[in-house]
């Protein structure tokens, strides 16, 4: 039981490039969850998930798609990355109340 | 809105001594609360949780947590305080929609 993990770990890119982060679960979980953990302000959620083939706005969402075509999958895709963007980002999800997050991903744009 | 805030961002203790993360909420509605603890390039991992019920909530590692409704908040407590406790705290309160409301984070140092 993996857990929630996430691809890749670290990446660099370059600003205007585009890239997608994939989550993944296998506790058959409804909600899913993207975050980005910047200094200074926890984490803020950008887009989240109730269930496959559904996605909503979180509190961060602009420069940011998702999609969650399978129920154990939800992508984060950043289609012209900028420097604001630069974080570490955490997929989590949950069933009811907790929550379980994966390891993040550290993006730098540059 | 749902809000947790934590107002200190650094917090120090000598090993074996008690500790205490502070955590004030504001939210409407019953809270969910819950402590989340954050190693260096680690996740973010599950400490404990205050749905309903006793207001002393036991959770891993030893530490606990008090809910105080009059006070609005919900301190993170360690009688004796051991150098690897020495990690980011994060207070945190559901959302509306089921997401996590997290403060800004505290950072506990314990020293030998």
């Known amino acids: 039981n993996a857990g929630v993990t996430q691809t890749p770990k670290f990446r660099v890119l370059k600003t205007g490039q585009s890239m997608t982060l994939l989550c993944a679960q296998d506790m058959n979980h409804e909600y899913m969850y993207w975050y980005r953990q910047d200094p200074g302000m926890g984490l803020r959620l950008i887009h989240y998930s109730v269930g496959e083939g559904t996605t909503a706005k979180g509190e961060v969402p602009d420069g940011y798609n998702v999609s969650r075509l399978k129920k154990q999958n939800f992508l984060l895709g950043l289609e012209s990355a900028a420097p604001s963007q630069t974080s570490v980002y955490f997929c989590?999800?949950?069933?009811?109340?907790?929550?379980?997050f994966g390891p993040g991903t550290r993006l730098t744009v540059t | 809105a749902q809000s947790v805030a934590q107002p200190e961002d650094q917090v120090n203790v000598a090993e074996g001594n008690p500790l205490t993360v502070k955590c004030t909420y504001s939210?409407?509605?019953?809270?969910?609360l819950f402590w989340y603890v954050q190693y260096p390039n680690r996740g973010l991992q599950f400490l404990l949780k205050?749905?309903?019920?006793?207001?002393l909530v036991k959770g891993s590692y030893g530490f606990e947590a008090e809910f105080n409704k009059s006070q609005t908040s919900f301190h993170l407590k360690k009688p004796s305080a051991l150098v690897s406790d020495s990690a980011l705290y994060f207070c945190?309160?559901?959302?509306?929609?089921?997401?996590?409301?997290f403060g800004a984070g505290t950072r506990l140092t314990v020293k030998p």
């Open positions: 945190a309160v559901r959302g509306l929609n089921n997401d996590m409301r």
């Open positions: 205050y749905i309903t019920g006793d207001n």
């Open positions: 939210v409407s509605g019953n809270p969910y």
């Open positions: 989590a999800s949950s069933w009811d109340v907790e929550q379980y």
